[in-house]
């Protein structure tokens, strides 16, 4: 069983910055592919970023610009950083890992990011 942990969600203002991480122990981030996504209440969950194991990152064009992802593989942990936050930024943030070549798929229990002033 794979338990993917979110943390690093909180409240900050407008502006401000927020990194988010994702322990993704047994995941093997060659072949997964990791990403963030996000959801608000009503609505769909959407893409924020994502990336494969060659490096390759995919953003969502509503945060390209101020939001990176990267992983750290030794620690099999995903991030994401978040600077210049806006209140339509506010949601709950869930790390995603996704097999490249299989149909797993595995979900964090999501983090609460909100950003108000």
């Known amino acids: 069983q794979v338990h993917l942990v979110e943390s690093g969600g909180g409240l900050v203002k407008p502006g401000g910055s927020l990194r988010l991480s994702c322990v993704a122990p047994g995941i093997d981030f060659r072949i997964y592919r990791m990403g963030w996504y996000r959801q608000v209440p009503g609505k769909q969950r959407e893409l924020v970023a994502d990336m494969t194991g060659g490096g390759f990152t995919n953003v969502a064009d509503s945060v390209k610009g101020r939001f990176t992802i990267s992983s750290d593989n030794t620690m099999n942990t995903m991030l994401i950083q978040m600077n210049s936050l806006k209140p339509e930024d506010t949601a709950v943030y869930y790390c995603?890992?996704?097999?490249?070549?299989?149909?797993?798929?595995?979900w964090g229990q999501g983090t609460q990011v909100t950003v108000s002033s």
């Open positions: 995603n890992a996704r097999a490249m070549y299989g149909q797993e798929t595995y």
